[in-house]
């Protein structure tokens, strides 16, 4: 299948291919939230159209297309497209829950995927069967197994995960029970020998840090990621660090943290146990690039990692918004090993 891939990679180093529907394209590009644009035609060749731009010293290219001979434009439904220079974007957060448009919708997922320029997502909803068939017609797209207390099956679980499953999902505010119930220990223990991390909402209530912790402790060899690290007050995402700072199979997500706060996080957690996820596309197609901006009001995602992207240490920047997930949840990598090498140099 492989209908849903990216319209915009790296082909080489400084060198964009473009696979989209659009012939004799046209290159709309700017550099670091759209800074100095330009235009530049698309050259064709064996695998699409590409276009060689200069990229020392800049961390993502945002970009869009129009055809030279028909004025047709493709700019990602409004999103436009963004490409991170020598980094493979992993959103470790993502919920794909219809086809179409729409919250929750694969084409709202798509369109801000792209437009974060995120190269890999885990996805998951609460029917398994939908999420495996998308993420089989998606190459960037893995899934993970909802769980509840009762259902469905461990052996179904069980199959799910040797099927391509990266690891479960436990929602205990959706689904209503306390995040630390024993209900929960025939897919924990599942999740232990296929050796898989466990994600969990992490939230005011029933999906408490605090329960969330005893869980953790009870389970001491299954990595548990706590969505959103606290979806509520400052003290909430106080207690998850300190829960996180004292058990070593705590890892915290970000998303709907300021980048202020994933900043914190890292450096009081260290750089290797904190990720990158958005939730998306909980705010639909424009999810990570919202005007009036949806994080806190203050940001949006693109806003947030570009300021991240600038702010940090490359290595810790780099194992935040891929490195880690792709480790703890056994994601291939996005480009050859040679080829990040050939990244690393100065570019043209
Ligand atoms: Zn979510």
Redesign the pocket.
């Known amino acids: 299948m492989r209908r849903y891939d990216r319209p915009f990679r790296w082909a080489g180093r400084g060198l964009i291919r473009y696979t989209g529907p659009l012939s004799f394209p046209v290159l709309h590009y700017g550099y670091d939230g759209w800074s100095a644009p330009q235009d530049l035609p698309m050259q064709r060749d064996d695998a699409g159209w590409v276009a060689a731009i200069p990229t020392a010293g800049r961390h993502v290219v945002d970009c869009v297309v129009r055809s030279a001979r028909s004025q047709e434009c493709d700019n990602n439904d409004g999103a436009d497209y963004r490409l991170w220079i020598g980094l493979d974007p992993v959103d470790a957060?993502?919920?794909v829950r219809a086809p179409g448009g729409g919250t929750l919708g694969f084409d709202s997922l798509r369109t801000a995927a792209f437009s974060g320029g995120m190269t890999h997502a885990l996805v998951?909803w609460t029917d398994n069967d939908l999420v495996e068939i998308v993420a089989e017609a998606t190459p960037w797209l893995t899934p993970l197994v909802w769980v509840r207390p009762g259902g469905p099956d461990p052996a179904d679980v069980r199959r799910r995960l040797a099927a391509g499953g990266a690891g479960l999902?436990l929602?205990p505010a959706y689904d209503g029970y306390p995040a630390d119930t024993p209900g929960l220990d025939p897919y924990l223990r599942v999740a232990q020998e296929a050796g898989v991390p466990v994600t969990v909402?992490s939230a005011p209530g029933p999906a408490d840090p605090d329960l969330i912790r005893r869980l953790a402790e009870r389970f001491p060899a299954v990595r548990f990621v706590l969505?959103?690290t606290y979806l509520g007050p400052p003290e909430g995402r106080k207690r998850a660090l300190r829960h996180a700072a004292a058990l070593p199979n705590l890892y915290l997500e970000t998303?709907w943290c300021r980048s202020a706060e994933a900043e914190r996080l890292l450096d009081e957690l260290g750089p290797d146990r904190v990720l990158f996820?958005s939730?998306a596309a909980?705010d639909g197609p424009d999810h990570y690039v919202r005007r009036p901006p949806n994080i806190e009001m203050t940001e949006n995602y693109n806003t947030g990692l570009l300021r991240l992207a600038q702010r940090l240490a490359p290595d810790v920047f780099r194992a935040f918004i891929s490195g880690n997930a792709r480790k703890l949840f056994s994601l291939p990598p996005a480009y050859p090993q040679r080829r990040r090498r050939l990244f690393r140099r100065p570019s043209l």
């Open positions: 957060h993502t919920h998951s999902k929602h909402h969505y959103h998303s996820g939730d909980t």
